[in-house]
């Protein structure tokens, strides 16, 4: 069985400084996609990450996708409050469903 | 487009009784996933419809939960009876290709459904 990590759980901080979300896994993934999910609605997708060792900026979000293809990296720069959410690593599992990771709840303070 | 729709937002009842949640995906879309959503077990897909017909259903969790997709416009998810254990998020989902085709997935706001 496929299976995406996540951490840390959960991660409170302070408005201006820098964090990194890690989602891993044991198995080879083909693609893995970052979503966020702010409370009570649902999940949106971030970025799709295809190639290993490929990195992707979106704003002051950088995520990397592992050399193996078997884990990934969300960065958030100078993060604010609006950037607090669920943030969801997801991938394909063989059979083409997404499987998605427990997911990190990120709480940032002003 | 208005993104996927769900009803309703929020559901409340009693066990044993049925609960019908529906869903209207984006138009052109032909992909329709039902998700769930629980702090215990995270967000698990319990079915999901290429051109209206279900393809793989092994989510689902016990025979008490159905789903149908009568047309390309509209879905839904029959849970009966229903249980407290049933309590959670549901999430409706539409695509142009399945997550192996690396399509993104659009999400409607969920159904909140509360079993007393």
């Known amino acids: 069985t496929q299976l995406l990590e996540q951490s840390p759980q959960f991660l409170s901080i302070q408005e201006g400084e820098n964090l990194t979300v890690y989602c891993n896994s044991s198995?080879?993934?083909?693609?893995l996609q970052w979503y966020r999910q702010e409370p009570g609605e649902g999940p949106v997708l971030l970025v799709t990450?295809?190639?290993?060792?490929e990195v992707k900026k979106l704003k002051r979000l950088t995520f990397q996708f592992g050399d193996a293809r078997k884990d990934s990296s969300l960065h958030i720069t100078a993060a604010q409050p609006g950037d607090t959410g669920l943030y969801l690593c997801?991938?394909?599992?063989?059979?083409?469903?997404?499987?998605f990771g427990q997911g990190t709840t990120l709480q940032v303070k002003p | 487009d208005a993104g996927v729709i769900q009803s309703p937002r929020h559901e409340v009842t009693e066990m044993g009784q049925e609960v019908t949640l529906r869903c209207k995906p984006i138009?052109?879309?032909?992909?329709l996933f039902w998700y769930r959503q629980t702090m215990m077990r995270g967000l698990e897909l319990l079915i999901y419809?290429?051109?209206?017909?279900?393809?793989?259903d092994s989510g689902m969790p016990e025979d008490r939960f159905s789903a149908k997709m009568p047309n390309a416009s509209f879905s839904t998810l029959k849970i009966q009876p229903s249980e407290p254990r049933d309590s959670a998020v549901y999430f409706c989902?539409?695509?142009?290709?399945?997550?192996?085709?690396?399509?993104?997935?659009?999400f409607g706001p969920g159904t909140r459904l509360l079993v007393l």
């Open positions: 419809f290429n051109n209206n017909v279900p393809i793989d």
């Open positions: 990450v295809v190639t290993g060792g």
């Open positions: 198995s080879v993934f083909s693609s």
């Open positions: 138009s052109g879309h032909d992909y």
């Open positions: 989902a539409s695509s142009l290709g399945s997550g192996q085709s690396r399509e993104t997935q659009y």
């Open positions: 997801a991938g394909p599992d063989l059979t083409g469903k997404l499987i």
